[in-house]
C-alpha cells in the first residue's frame, strides 16, 4: 500500500500531452495492486480520449520503476483469485494496445515489470544512469509484464537471451546502442528531452497518429504482403494518399 493511503501515480494533462507519474519513491516505484489499480483507470481514461496524443511515463525519486512489489508475492487468497483478477483487469494489454503514443522516460533502475512497463511504450528515452534488467528468471519466476516478447523485439534475439536468460544488465549507452533507447542525456535533462519529444509527435494529428501506431503495431508480426495490405486499408480511412 502507498504511504498514508496516497495514490500511487499522479496524472497531468497538457493540452494533447499527458503525463502519468509513478509516485512510490519509497519502494522504488515497485507495484502494488493498488498502482497497478490506478494505472488501468488511467489507461481506460486515455482509451476514451481521442484528443490526447502523447502519454508520456515517468518515475518520481530515484527510479523509474523496479518491478512488482515483492512483498506482494504470495498475498492473493489463491492462484485461481489471482488469475481471474488478472483476467479482469487486464492492465498491460490496455496498454500495449493504447491509442495514442506512449513516452517511457527513465531514469535509475528499470528492472523487472518496470522495464516491462517501459517496453510496452512506443518510444524511450533515458537518463545517463539508468539501468535495464529483468531479473526474474534469478528469482526463480517468468517475466510477467510481456517481456519475453517485447524485448526480443526491441533489441534482437541474442541481446535479449543475454538479459532474460543470463541476467545481463544493460547501461544506458548499451541501451541506445541496443536501439532500446532513443537517446541517453544527463538526469536533469531527462525530463525536457521527454516532454520535446511529446510535443513533436503531438503537433501531428492525432487520428493520423492513431492510424499510424495502428499500422506499425499490428503490422508487426504480419508478412509483408499482409502489412503492406494493412497499411492500405488504414491509409484509406484518412482518405487519398499522395504516391
Not at 14 to 40: C, G, K, S, W
Not at 96 to 119: D, F, K, R, S, W
Not at 135 to 151: A, D, R
Not at 157 to 176: K, N, T
Amino acid at each position: 500500500m502507498s504511504a498514508a493511503g496516497k495514490p500511487a501515480i499522479v496524472l497531468t494533462r497538457d493540452e494533447r500531452i499527458v503525463t502519468l507519474t509513478l509516485d512510490r519513491p519509497e519502494v522504488l516505484n515497485a507495484y502494488d495492486r493498488q498502482m497497478r489499480d490506478e494505472i488501468f483507470a488511467a489507461l481506460e481514461w486515455l482509451h476514451g480520449e481521442p484528443e490526447v496524443s502523447v502519454l508520456i511515463v515517468r518515475g518520481n525519486g530515484r527510479a523509474f520503476s523496479t518491478g512488482g512489489d515483492l512483498r506482494e508475492f504470495g498475498s492473493a487468497p489463491s492462484p485461481l483469485r489471482a488469475r481471474e483478477v488478472r483476467q479482469m483487469r487486464d492492465v498491460w494489454g490496455l496498454w500495449a494496445t493504447l491509442p495514442c503514443v506512449a513516452i517511457a522516460a527513465v531514469h535509475g533502475y528499470a528492472a523487472g515489470g518496470g522495464l516491462e512497463m517501459a517496453l510496452l511504450c512506443d518510444l524511450l528515452v533515458c537518463a545517463s544512469d539508468a539501468r535495464f534488467g529483468l531479473p526474474e528468471t534469478g528469482l526463480g519466476l517468468i517475466p510477467g509484464v510481456g517481456g519475453t516478447q517485447t524485448l526480443p523485439r526491441a533489441i534482437g534475439l541474442g541481446r535479449a537471451a543475454a538479459v532474460l536468460l543470463a541476467g545481463e544488465w544493460l547501461d544506458a549507452r548499451a541501451a541506445v546502442r541496443s536501439g532500446l533507447a532513443l537517446r541517453a542525456v544527463p538526469r536533469p535533462r531527462l525530463d525536457a528531452t521527454a516532454r520535446a519529444l511529446a510535443r513533436r509527435v503531438a503537433r501531428i494529428e492525432p487520428s493520423l497518429l492513431r492510424v499510424a501506431k495502428a499500422a506499425v503495431r499490428r503490422g508487426l508480426d504480419l508478412p509483408l504482403a499482409e502489412g503492406l495490405g494493412l497499411e492500405r486499408r488504414l491509409g484509406s480511412a484518412l482518405g487519398p494518399s499522395v504516391e
